[in-house]
């Protein structure tokens, strides 16, 4: 039976929000930002970026942090979590304008280094998330929550018969790196890690 993958549409995240009294001018601003920013992008199986990745994550951030005093600014940086990345148009001053400058510094936690590289092998990527992944164990727990759930969200998606090589990788990185810093905030999201991590190896070595 086929995996069912991440979704979630704009309408339904934004009944989850506003049963939550949370969809206020800031949250929607960074949907409109998002929307905006990833109205070009697509996963590796075709299908939209903001309904498979963006919205179905920002509902796994929000149920996370439901409750807390955080929920609100969780739910408006992961929104924005892959803007400054995929949107070169919209960096770090555009975000401290229309989000202010917290916002706009727990966001670029979650932003990945780029190697100057023409060509950007595996080991390219691997670097990169050699490199990344310090600087969110720098970062404070929101981002550390964020960037697994995050994780978790791209395993669930994976589909390992699109490209073998970059998912040996992803799956190298996600128990060299990942895994231990989901140990070590939530045991609940690491069995969720692990249990993708092992399916994914499973597909990959049949």
Do not use: W
């Not at 070009?40 to 929000?62: K, N």
């Not at 969110?136 to 490209?163: F, G, M, Y």
């Amino acid at each position: 039976m086929e995996k069912t993958k991440p979704h979630c549409t704009i309408d339904q995240l934004m009944q989850v929000l506003k049963n939550a009294n949370i969809d206020d001018e800031m949250v929607q601003k960074a949907v409109e930002r998002a929307k905006v920013s990833h109205r070009h992008d697509y996963r590796d199986d075709g299908q939209p970026y903001l309904t498979q990745h963006v919205f179905p994550l920002t509902q796994e951030v929000y149920n996370y942090f439901a409750g807390t005093e955080d929920v609100k600014t969780a739910v408006v940086v992961t929104l924005l979590h892959d803007v400054p990345e995929k949107d070169h148009y919209y960096d770090q001053k555009r975000l401290e304008a229309d989000f202010g400058k917290e916002i706009a510094d727990l966001v670029m936690f979650l932003v990945k280094p780029v190697k100057n590289t023409q060509i950007r092998t595996q080991k390219d990527r691997h670097d990169e998330q050699v490199e990344f992944m310090q600087k969110i164990r720098e970062s404070p727990l929101l981002c550390q929550v964020i960037k697994v759930l995050d994780r978790n969200n791209n395993l669930a998606c994976t589909d390992v018969s699109r490209d073998p090589l970059k998912y040996e990788r992803f799956v190298q990185d996600t128990i060299e790196l990942y895994l231990p810093l989901a140990q070590k905030i939530d045991k609940t999201l690491a069995t969720a890690m692990e249990k993708e991590t092992a399916r994914i190896l499973r597909e990959l070595h049949t």
